[in-house]
Structures are given as C-alpha cells and as structure tokens.
C-alpha cells in the first residue's frame, strides 16, 4: 500500500508569492491533517480535514488556508509569504477522526521562503 | 491547554547501553500519548501509543513506554540501542474524540549513538 505523498517535496519562494502545497492520502483514508515543523517552534498543528470539511484548526494567521477533495486528497496554501514561514510541512493521514485511528506522516514539503 | 515537556534537547548513547527519553504531559482529561520517530529527510513514524489499560506499552522496533499518571510521565525506553535508531524523538498528546487528529507535540530529542 503506497503512503501518504506529498509534493513538491522542495520549494524555494519569494517574500510576498503564494504557495500551494498537496498532500495525496493512504488509499481508503479519509482524514487529513496538516503541520508546520521549525526549529523555533517545534511540530505545531495547522488544521486537519474530514470529509471535505475543517474540522479543527491551529493558531495560525488567516493566510493559511486548506481544502480537502471528494477523493480525500488535500491542499494548503500560504499566501503572501513571509520569512518566517520557511519550515518543513507534514501531512498526516488516518482513516477518520479520531485518536485511536493511527497517523501517518507523509515525508513533508521543505519551504523555504527568501 | 494541553502540552508536552521533553527535557532533554540532545542524548547521546553508546551502541548496546540502554536508552530512556523522558516525556511529561499537560492534559486536563484522560491523555491519549503517543511516541514518535523522525530520521533526516523523513516524515514521522509511529513508535508505540497508549490510550488506556496496561500502563506499559510495547512498540516497534524494540521500544517500549511507561505511563505514570501520577507524575504526568511517558518515558520511551529501550534495553540496547543500536546505531540505526539514532533519529530524532517526538512525545505527542491527543485527545478523545471531540478533539479530533490533532496531536500536541515536545520539541523533540535528538539521540546520538556513539559507536
């Protein structure tokens, strides 16, 4: 069974440019769930999708934004980038919400915004 | 709000010494705990996970966790490190249902195993 995908897996952006990220789920896998991880800050929770729908969602500024597919595959998007957005995002996919349903982590995008 | 202390930022071991890499929790309710591993370039894996019951959980890999409610603790140990675990280690908490995927995370420790 293929794991969770992401793409790109690198990206290099500009201070003010937007950027899309996707996250392609575990076949079967309907939840998804989005993190940004720095050295700073550590691993902090973004926002997590079920079903098309948000249904939590971290401390982040209103720039960061997602959406989920009818096929469970997932996007966020940064707009207007700032240095400090410059981390490594993971996604994470589980069959439904839940803490007893297993995450798997895909390998992340590694954004670096100058 | 629920958090999760990791005490140690960096551990270095000797290949086939024993490993503890200690982990302390903030939850207001019943803490679902998990322990998680992270190599250069990788995303996360899962070691081991409690939620309730036998308070001394088994894992992959030869790793096991111990849960001290009563001292807020989730300590990941594991009797003779080899060389290939060296990796960086993540202690999360989550909670029931109401609070869906989302996991609090440590700020990590990152094993090194001397040789």
């Known amino acids: 069974k293929a794991g969770v995908t992401q793409t790109p897996r690198y990206l290099i952006k500009t201070r003010g440019q937007q950027v899309t990220l996707s996250c392609s789920p575990i076949s079967g896998h309907r939840s998804v769930s989005w993190y940004q991880q720095t050295p700073g800050q550590g691993l902090q929770f973004l926002f997590e999708y079920f079903s098309e729908t948000q249904r939590n969602k971290g401390n982040f500024p209103g720039r960061f934004s997602g959406r989920q597919f009818s096929n469970s595959r997932s996007e966020m998007n940064v707009s207007t980038l700032e240095l400090g957005d410059s981390a490594l995002y993971l996604c994470?996919?589980?069959?439904?919400?839940?803490?007893?349903?297993?995450?798997?982590f895909g390998p992340g995008t590694r954004l670096t915004v100058t | 709000a629920q958090s999760v202390t990791q005490p140690d930022i960096h551990i270095t071991v000797s290949e086939g010494a024993s490993l503890e890499l200690r982990c302390n929790y903030s939850?207001?309710?019943?803490?679902?705990l998990f322990w998680y591993v992270q190599s250069p370039g990788q995303g996360l894996q899962l070691l081991l996970k409690y939620f309730s019951g036998d308070t001394l959980v088994q894992g992959i890999k030869g790793f096991e966790a111990e849960f001290k409610r009563s001292q807020s603790s989730f300590n990941l140990r594991k009797p003779s490190v080899h060389w290939s675990d060296a990796a960086e280690y993540f202690c999360?908490?989550?909670?029931?249902?109401?609070?869906?995927?989302?996991?609090?995370f440590g700020t990590g420790t990152q094993l090194k195993v001397e040789l």
């Open positions: 999360a908490v989550g909670g029931p249902t109401g609070g869906g995927n989302k996991l609090t």
């Open positions: 994470a996919s589980s069959l439904a919400l839940g803490q007893t349903y297993e995450q798997y």
């Open positions: 939850y207001g309710a019943t803490p679902y």
